[in-house]
């Protein structure tokens, strides 16, 4: 049978815009450009490779997001080669927050029947990396998260995990939910060919009434977190200089240490 | 809040559908990647990325606008985005892309036997082999019509004799389409790396292009069998197919290379403090990136619309004319006055200003100079031809 593979991919702001918060202190997506999150394609990549490696897989990507994620997320994700999409939009999810994203998530990846879930390490925007966990937990399926390396074989996902002081090599039974870090192997460019083949691959677009979800559960209504006020970063302020009369050193690492690099 | 792409002034994006933005963005992603944080030393070392080859046809990019053997068969505009992005890099990586595709692979595509097409398209698209074109010589640069190379029967067989010179990807080339003379006209043949009496020598002391590799061809007494003519080629006609496609990609990629002068110019003047104010905030400096973004966005506007022409199946050799000689012009200009507002640091390889401008002075000989050009559109206008 063949192995079906979800990777759950977010879109995201480019972090080389001036990214604001919106009056309701959710991000400002109409300000800058939105783009497929980079540490997502890592898990498109893996999936790639997962699928390469095995006689018969297909790999669907799923998003939750406006109605631009569809083409400057998914599609992005479709050109480098995965076989088809699934895009969750609808107006209350607008200011969702990582509690709300997970049930939708997991509900859909339900709904497109999966084997594997692949994950990447973090959203470049929210950065909170708890998804993939709170995701395998709402599946009721086994997690292997933070993976540099990754693979497949006899009902099982295997891979290896590099802590600070140990490295991991885990194994967990199929169906199960995988996250995977920068580390796992540099993400292919679309080719060009995929590009053009993107246009023609299915994408379901889904509402919350389609997957069965109370509307209350999600947006920032259902969102477990507030963000009662946002103050614009401070414009930089001149470095200090350290002169070396011979204590330069000295002062140098008493300046990292005072503010906990050291 | 400053700009970070001057495009973005006149919202050129809007003009593009999703599938060309998604291509031009993996191009300059690739660029990014791949080509930026090593051209100034390849441009230093005079190397040519060839290496590149495999990456850029495993993207897509050789011979993309192409279809069959392995070929994108992408859009014109998608092509033309491509070697925009490409030309950000480098001239010189364009230079190679378009030589391959536009020249090289597409002599082979529209003139080539079926069985030449089998054997070479598909490791040319691949990056696995790399083609090069040769019309110029030493004596016949812009009067290609009397060029000296010839290519006589012996038997069954071609023998060609005679030089070509400033030859892109010469040296670096599997297979190279040489134009010679024949009893019947000017003919074209695919000349094999390696076959006895044909050898190459690089251009060295290159000012411009200098991550590109350009070769003088010499053959001397070279046998090649009847399979080797391009069957469909007869007269000046078929280089100048060829040349066409190539200039095509220029009208793009100039603006290409005038984009990146901006952008570097604009962070830089925003950075640059004299008279304790940055050099952004005279109004000298304003007026020339006003004119310049302003230069940028028309040769933009007008590239899009030869390209639209071009998909529509509709444009003709003097509107690329009027696209190429006003594309490379302008962005050297604007290179230039770029180099201006950097001062001493633009007269460097830290800042990719001057790299462009020397680039440029390249581009706008080949392809047919900008006087040529300028003929053809007056030929064009008048119905009179000046050329001789
Ligand atoms: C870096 C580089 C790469 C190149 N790559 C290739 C390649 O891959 N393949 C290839 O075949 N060629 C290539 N060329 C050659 C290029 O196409 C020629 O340099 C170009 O056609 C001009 O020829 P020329 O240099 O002999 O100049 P000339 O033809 O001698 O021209 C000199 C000057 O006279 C002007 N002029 C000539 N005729 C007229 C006229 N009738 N009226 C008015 N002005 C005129 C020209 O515009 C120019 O200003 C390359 C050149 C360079 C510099």
Redesign the interface.
Same mark, same amino acid.
């Given at each position: 049978m063949s192995l079906r593979i979800v990777v759950c991919v977010k879109y995201v702001p480019d972090a =080389?815009?001036?990214r604001h918060f919106a009056e309701d202190l959710t991000t400002d997506r109409d300000a800058v450009d939105g783009l497929l999150s980079e540490l997502d394609e890592y898990a498109v990549e893996q999936a790639l490779q997962i699928s390469e490696a095995s006689d018969d897989a297909e790999i669907t990507v799923v998003t939750v997001g406006p109605e631009e994620a569809n +083409? #400057?997320g998914l599609? +992005?994700a479709l %050109?480098m080669g995965a076989d088809k999409g699934v895009h969750v939009v609808d107006d209350a999810l607008h200011g969702s927050d990582v509690m709300g994203t997970s049930l939708v998530l997991a509900k859909a990846v339900e709904h497109v029947g999966y084997d594997l879930v692949v994950c990447g390490m973090a959203s470049t925007d929210g950065t909170m990396g708890v998804l993939p966990a709170l995701l395998a937990e709402r599946l009721g399926v086994p997690q292997v998260t933070l993976l540099s390396e990754v693979a497949v074989a006899d009902g099982q996902v295997t891979g290896r995990r590099d802590g600070d002081t140990a490295t991991e090599r885990l194994a967990a039974s199929l169906p199960a939910v995988v996250s995977v870090t920068d580390q796992s192997g540099e993400a292919r460019?679309? %080719? &060009? /060919?995929g590009?053009?083949a !993107? /246009?023609k691959k299915p994408v379901e677009e889904l509402q919350l009434s389609d997957l069965g979800i109370e509307a209350d559960l999600v947006g920032l209504g259902g969102a477990w977190t507030a963000v009662d006020s946002a103050d614009a970063r401070p414009a930089r302020t001149a470095g200090t200089i350290v002169k070396d009369e011979g204590e330069g050193g000295k002062q140098l690492a008493a300046f990292l240490a005072e503010r906990k690099f050291i | 809040?400053p700009v =970070?792409d001057v495009t973005s002034l006149i919202d050129f994006d809007s003009l593009l559908d999703?599938?060309e933005r998604?291509?031009r963005s $993996?191009v300059r #992603? &690739?660029v990014d990647d791949k080509v930026r944080p090593h051209i100034a030393e390849w441009f230093e070392a005079g190397t040519s990325p060839r290496e590149l080859a495999p990456e850029l046809g495993?993207?897509?990019?050789l011979g993309?606008h192409l279809t069959g053997y392995g070929c $994108?068969? %992408?859009s014109a505009v !998608?092509y033309g985005l !491509?070697c925009l992005e490409l030309e950000a890099g480098d001239s010189g990586l364009r230079s190679l892309v378009s030589v391959q595709g536009s020249l090289a692979m597409y002599s082979i595509w529209k003139y080539g036997s079926e069985e030449q097409k089998q054997e070479w398209l598909p490791r040319m698209a691949a990056g696995e082999a790399i083609g090069c074109f040769g019309l110029t010589e030493p004596d016949f640069g812009s009067n290609p019509a009397g060029m000296r190379t010839r290519a006589e029967r012996d038997g069954d067989d071609w023998v060609l004799t005679g030089n070509k010179m400033w030859i892109t990807n010469g040296s670096a080339a599997d297979i190279a389409t040489v134009w010679a003379r024949t009893e019947d006209g000017i003919r074209g043949f695919l000349v094999p790396r390696g076959t006895a009496g044909f050898t190459t020598s690089d251009v060295h002391r290159k000012l411009s292009l200098r991550a590109s590799t350009t070769s003088e061809l010499t053959l001397d007494g070279v046998r090649l069998p009847s399979s080797a003519m391009l069957p469909q080629a007869r007269g000046l006609s078929g280089p100048l197919g060829c040349l066409n496609e190539a200039r095509f990609g220029i009208v793009f990629g100039a603006m290409g290379a005038a984009r990146d002068c901006l952008d570097a110019t604009l962070a830089y003047a925003g950075a640059r403090t004299q008279f304790d104010r940055p050099i952004a905030g005279f109004q000298l400096t304003q007026a020339k990136l006003a004119d310049m973004s302003v230069e940028l966005s028309k040769g933009l506007l007008l590239a899009l619309h030869l390209g639209r022409l071009k998909d529509a199946g509709r444009l003709r050799p003097e509107q690329v004319s009027v696209g190429k000689l006003n594309n490379v012009r302008e962005a050297m200009e604007i290179a230039r006055t770029c180099r201006t507002i950097l001062g001493g640091a633009g007269i460097t390889l830290d800042y990719p200003v001057l790299r462009h401008a020397n680039n440029l002075e390249s581009v706008l000989t080949y392809e047919g100079t900008s006087e040529v050009h300028q003929l053809a559109i007056g030929q064009a206008l008048t119905g009179i031809s000046a050329y001789r």
């Open positions: =080389t815009g001036d +083409k #400057d599609r +992005k %050109s460019y679309p %080719s &060009f /060919k590009i053009m !993107a /246009k | 809040m =970070t999703d599938e998604l291509i $993996t #992603d &690739f495993r993207l897509g990019l993309m $994108t068969g %992408s !998608a !491509a």
